[in-house]
């Protein structure tokens, strides 16, 4: 795969200079080398399994008629200080290529590789001594590929066609990173307008191409996003995102009789997902003071999320689900012109959440009952991460956050950052009736699914402090440490992961802690 990209590079370098004449040709990349601790939190692994387990915390019998979302309510975390830590180490590397033919066309390749290690580069049986090549598991990738030109038509417009990393904004809900370590990008064609102080994008990206399979079943995602900067105490943003899921989704296949009466009572009848995000922000700066908010709206049908809601026990999902959520994030803080430049921050988060995964006692007699589904806010392709310990990564939603800090920088190389935050989920996820017994819960009247008892909002409290170093304006260190004083709402189980389709629940409930160390090189 090595061989393939660099031959890939070479051929397009050398195709397009029988063209074109080629101006200048600059090579750059990064390293990024980190290290990650999770005490308390994940489940144990079995039997040298790798990635994350998922263990039943309540298995699906026990839930008839309850639209869950799954066949059972899983989670990946344990919250239990007797099982052991997850540590691993990760090396994410990019290397690009730029190259100009006149002024205004450029070309830019990147090639990215990602691996935890231990895992692809050599695999060594020391008993044996019957040491082997690696599996493959780490080849490289072609992050970026694209031409851009300049001044389109001899106006302010850049074109740029191809494999492209997207950000909007400071990276809210589109980025250009999976994780600190991974990256993104998107297949597409981006336009950008160009005249201060306003500047506009329009792209088009296609996400999945599903065109052999079925005529129209691709996933498509658009957009337009424009800021004006009024004064250095205001810029405004606002943008419009949307997301078409054409993919044909089906509860059933039955012959001619019963799809006719099935599309007679409405089942089995899902339509397109049309996620449409419109959002706002303002951002800026005044003296000493500093503020990012931002807020969007989410609307539009989501039968790509209804199809996962099906009652246990029932076929059919809903075919009626919507979006209809909102999203808030706030920023500010003050900084004073003294020795260490000290900064008092606030932070406030809100990702509008849905949780109608409990039944009503005439929902549970009804032989007719049709399931509603729980849709979160969605928070499309974030990378920002709100709870570390539980690995949020961008997909943290039915969640509310709320905390304050300070930072400050003991030498101009140096920025020290500490804060406490208040966590919350916006919908509880209500048990079955049951006893709690040592590390499990047994329920009472597991068939009354209608009977339940109130979940908790309560996620819990954490802190985090971490240091940045900048040994020089290319190489950094990275020191970050968070702790997680577990609440009754993370320890009994809300929906909050995966854009809250995910159960958080343990089977006990100790304070976790999550460290680790990150060095970055660019060159």
């Known amino acids: 795969m090595r061989r393939s990209c660099?031959?890939?590079?070479?051929?397009?370098?050398?195709?397009?200079?029988?063209?074109?004449?080629?101006?200048?040709?600059?090579?750059?990349?990064?390293?990024?080398?980190?290290?990650?601790?999770?005490?308390?939190?994940?489940n144990e692994q079995l039997n040298g399994a790798a990635g994350l387990r998922r263990e039943i915390r309540i298995p699906g019998g026990l839930l008839p008629k309850r639209p869950i979302g799954a066949a059972n309510v899983a989670s990946l975390f344990s919250w239990d200080d007797k099982i052991p830590d997850w540590h691993f180490y990760e090396t994410s590397v990019v290397l690009n290529t730029k190259a100009d033919f006149t002024d205004d066309v450029s070309a830019f390749i990147e090639l990215y590789n990602f691996g935890v290690w231990g895992e692809g580069s050599f695999r060594s049986d020391y008993v044996t001594g019957a040491d082997n090549r690696g599996n493959g598991s780490d080849n490289v990738q072609l992050n970026q590929a694209y031409i851009n030109v300049k001044d389109m038509w001899g106006s302010p417009l850049d074109v740029r066609i191809g494999r492209q990393a997207l950000k909007f904004g400071k990276g809210w809900l589109v980025t250009d990173m999976l994780t600190p370590t991974q990256r993104l990008s998107f297949d597409g064609i981006r336009l950008t307008y160009d005249v201060k102080p306003i500047t506009v994008d329009v792209f088009a990206t296609k996400l999945v191409e599903n065109g052999i399979a079925e005529q129209d079943?691709?996933?498509?995602?658009?957009?337009?996003?424009?800021?004006?900067?009024?004064c250095d105490?205001?810029?405004?943003?606002?943008?419009?995102?949307?997301?078409?899921?054409?993919?044909?989704?089906?509860?059933?296949?039955?012959?001619?009789?019963?799809?006719w009466l099935e599309n007679l009572l409405g089942l089995d009848d899902y339509d397109v997902t049309n996620l449409h995000t419109v959002g706002l922000r303002g951002y800026g700066k005044a003296g000493g003071?500093?503020?990012?908010?931002?807020?969007?709206?989410?609307?539009?049908?989501?039968?790509?999320?209804?199809?996962?809601?099906?009652?246990?026990?029932?076929?059919?999902?809903?075919?009626?689900?919507?979006?209809?959520?909102?999203?808030?994030?706030?920023?500010?803080?003050?900084?004073?012109?003294?020795?260490?430049?000290?900064?008092?921050?606030?932070?406030?988060?809100?990702?509008?959440?849905?949780?109608?995964?409990?039944?009503?006692?005439?929902?549970?007699?009804?032989?007719?009952y049709r399931a509603k589904s729980s849709v979160s806010f969605n928070r499309l392709f974030s990378d920002s991460n709100h709870m570390p310990v539980v690995n949020d990564n961008g997909w943290l939603s039915n969640f509310i956050q709320a905390g304050a800090g300070v930072e400050f920088k003991p030498t101009d190389s140096v920025l020290v950052h500490m804060h406490v935050a208040k966590d919350w989920a916006d919908k509880p996820f209500d048990l079955p009736w049951s006893i709690k017994l040592g590390r499990y819960r047994v329920p009472i009247m597991p068939s009354w699914s209608f009977l339940t008892q109130e979940g908790s909002t309560d996620i819990g409290w954490e802190g985090a402090i971490w240091v940045k170093y900048n040994y020089t304006k290319d190489l950094s260190f990275l020191l970050y440490y968070n702790h997680l004083w577990v609440g009754e709402g993370l320890a009994d189980g809300a929906y909050i992961q995966f854009n809250g389709t995910d159960f958080s629940g343990g089977t006990r409930k100790s304070d976790a802690d999550y460290v680790f160390w990150m060095t970055t090189l660019k060159f």
Not at 219 to 224: A, L, M, S
């Open 6 to 42: 660099l031959v890939i590079i070479s051929a397009v370098l050398f195709s397009a200079a029988a063209w074109a004449e080629l101006q200048n040709v600059t090579v750059g990349g990064e390293i990024r080398i980190r290290g990650r601790y999770y005490m308390n939190t994940f």
């Open 233 to 259: 105490a205001l810029d405004v943003s606002a943008y419009w995102f949307w997301l078409r899921d054409a993919t044909a989704r089906r509860d059933t296949q039955l012959v001619w009789f019963g799809e």
């Open 289 to 368: 003071f500093d503020y990012d908010l931002e807020v969007a709206y989410q609307f539009g049908s989501a039968d790509a999320h209804g199809i996962r809601f099906k009652p246990l026990g029932s076929p059919y999902g809903d075919t009626k689900a919507e979006y209809d959520n909102w999203a808030a994030e706030l920023n500010a803080g003050y900084t004073f012109d003294v020795a260490m430049k000290p900064r008092v921050l606030v932070m406030a988060s809100y990702f509008q959440g849905q949780d109608n995964r409990d039944i009503s006692f005439i929902d549970w007699l009804n032989p007719f």
């Open 217 to 230: 079943g691709d996933v498509d995602f658009y957009g337009i996003y424009g800021n004006v900067k009024t």
